[in-house]
């Protein structure tokens, strides 16, 4: 199946700084990704669909300017975390989909995030 | 808008027994469904997922899930569990529409006990 990876798995932040992962589709180009956050022993939340070549789609109570999307190429989306805050700590996953297959995304292994 | 509920946060089952997990869905299109699980502090695996056609699905690991449109249900299960199978299970739903974005329910919490 397609692959979809994400960079880091796990990092560690000071409060203030900005963070910025990546979610890359390593053999299939991919028009849309998804940005999931997940808060410990709860369920995904989307927070955007990031679309190649033009502005993400943000969720309902989610802030643009702190959570910054930018999908540049058909293979990557990136995520930063601005000006960072301990509420900000969670996992979070990206999802892509492989228009060859046109009916299931393809998740990261996650990024882990701790702001301190 | 599309929804999914999972009857039960927490399950415990002995090793070797039947484990159902009970998935009910809400959508106003055809939908898709899927099961993911998710082991401590990693990513998403795919189970198994329903498209169309056969109501029975058989996924990875001896799992399989049933499509009922009637009760709207997508209920996982696996006739004798293994202690590896201890992890967290996510029903999730999408449709032809917007079959990417992906809409997952609450989660269930499986423990398999020696």
């Known amino acids: 199946g397609a692959v979809v990876s994400q960079h880091p798995s796990r990092v560690i932040c000071k409060s203030g700084t900005s963070v910025k992962i990546e979610c890359r589709s390593l053999?299939?180009?991919?028009?849309?990704m998804f940005w999931y956050r997940q808060f410990p022993k709860q369920s995904l939340m989307l927070m955007a669909t990031?679309?190649?070549?033009?502005?993400?789609?943000?969720e309902q109570g989610v802030e643009k300017d702190k959570f910054l999307i930018n999908h540049a190429s058909l293979t990557l989306s990136t995520l930063t975390v601005t000006s960072a805050h301990p509420e900000d700590s969670s996992f979070y996953i990206c999802?892509?989909?492989?228009?060859?297959?046109?009916?299931?995304?393809?998740f990261g292994q996650g990024t882990r995030l701790t702001v301190v | 808008a599309q929804s999914v509920t999972q009857l039960g946060s927490h399950v415990s089952v002995s090793e070797g027994a039947l484990v159902l997990l009970r998935c009910n869905y809400s959508?106003?299109?055809?939908?898709?469904l899927f099961w993911y699980v998710q082991y401590p502090n990693q990513g998403l695996q795919l189970l198994l997922k329903?498209?169309?056609?056969?109501?029975l699905v058989k996924g990875i690991n001896g799992f399989e899930a049933e499509f009922n449109k009637s009760q709207t249900s997508f209920h996982l299960r696996k006739p004798s569990v293994h202690i590896s199978d201890t992890a967290e299970y996510f029903c999730?739903?999408?449709?032809?529409?917007?079959?990417?974005?992906?809409?997952f329910g609450p989660g269930t919490s499986l423990s398999v006990i020696p």
């Open positions: 329903y498209l169309s056609g056969s109501t």
């Open positions: 990031s679309n190649e070549g033009s502005k993400a789609t943000y």
């Open positions: 959508s106003s299109v055809p939908p898709y």
């Open positions: 999802s892509a989909r492989d228009t060859r297959v046109n009916t299931e995304a393809f």
């Open positions: 053999d299939f180009q991919a028009t849309t």
């Open positions: 999730a739903v999408s449709d032809k529409t917007s079959y990417d974005k992906v809409i």
